[in-house]
């Protein structure tokens, strides 16, 4: 089976997209693993397929797989790539674009070169867990540390730090994913706080592990630092190892995500 695709990235984050809306190609999850290894496939972390929506509210629907194959809800930076993408291709010249996604929906606008996702609502702490603490690993000590879940279609706690440098954010990572508290997983963002609009931030995702850039992270961390008091502003700067994005809270409980996406390179693979 001969499959076209698209290498996309955004703040390192990479992807390859995958166009099913002529024809369908029913990808296995032993498949998607195969297609996402970066020895003997073609690397990626994540995996996005577009396809026609069955409700007419929608332009599209966009489904998105983990590098192990598991199909998950939200992507922030897949979300931007998405839209290049339909973009590119003059698959649609509307804008926004609205796009059904496994439990909700996104609208996607582009001005000045960045592209706006509108990542929905978000809700703060999880049911019947009115704290959450987990040791963070270091070379030097172990230390626990209280988390902030948030829920944004998908799972998420944060950490704040003192210094990312000090934190194994690996050994970290899998230790919190490992907790019964997240029988599904969860994604991890480790954050230190630069100033009163700007973050740095590392994600352990669920699914792909440790990541460039993850887009519903940077999202999360700025809940996050708005709802304890460590930013001053909506809009928050989020620095990540793949470069920087930025977030904006709006008053009626949604977030927006903003940076660009660019194209890397196209091929057929043989599956």
Do not use: W
Not at 49 to 59: A, G, L, M, R, W
Not at 62 to 71: H, K
Not at 223 to 241: Q, R, T
């Amino acid at each position: 089976m001969k499959i076209p695709f698209t290498k996309m990235q955004a703040i390192g984050n990479d992807f390859i997209v995958i166009n099913q809306i002529d024809q369908a190609y029913n990808l296995r999850q032993t498949q998607i693993a195969k297609l996402a290894d970066r020895h003997f496939g073609i690397g990626f972390d994540q995996l996005l397929i577009i396809e026609k929506s069955d409700n007419p509210t929608f332009d599209f629907r966009y489904r998105i797989f983990n590098a192990d194959g598991s199909e998950v809800e939200h992507c922030g930076n897949g979300a931007r790539c998405f839209y290049e993408y339909i973009q590119h291709h003059k698959i649609s010249s509307k804008n926004p674009i609205t796009a059904q996604t496994l439990n909700g929906s996104i609208s996607l606008t582009k001005d000045d070169e960045l592209i706006s996702v509108d990542m929905g609502t978000f809700s703060i702490g999880m049911k019947n867990e009115s704290s959450i603490f987990f040791d963070i690993f270091s070379d030097k000590k172990t230390e626990t540390i209280q988390g902030t879940y948030i829920d944004l279609g998908n799972p998420h706690i944060v950490f704040f730090v003192d210094s990312l440098k000090d934190v194994d954010v690996v050994r970290t990572g899998k230790s919190v994913q490992g907790s019964p508290l997240f029988p599904h997983s969860v994604n991890i963002g480790f954050c230190e706080i630069i100033n009163s609009n700007e973050i740095k931030l590392v994600v352990y995702e669920r699914g792909s592990g440790l990541t460039l850039g993850c887009g519903s992270g940077a999202c999360a961390a700025s809940i996050a630092a708005i709802h304890l008091k460590k930013v001053e502003n909506s809009l928050v700067k989020v620095n990540m190892p793949g470069g920087s994005i930025y977030t904006q809270a709006c008053a009626d409980n949604h977030i927006l995500l903003k940076g660009d996406a660019s194209m890397v390179f196209e091929g057929i693979i043989d599956l």
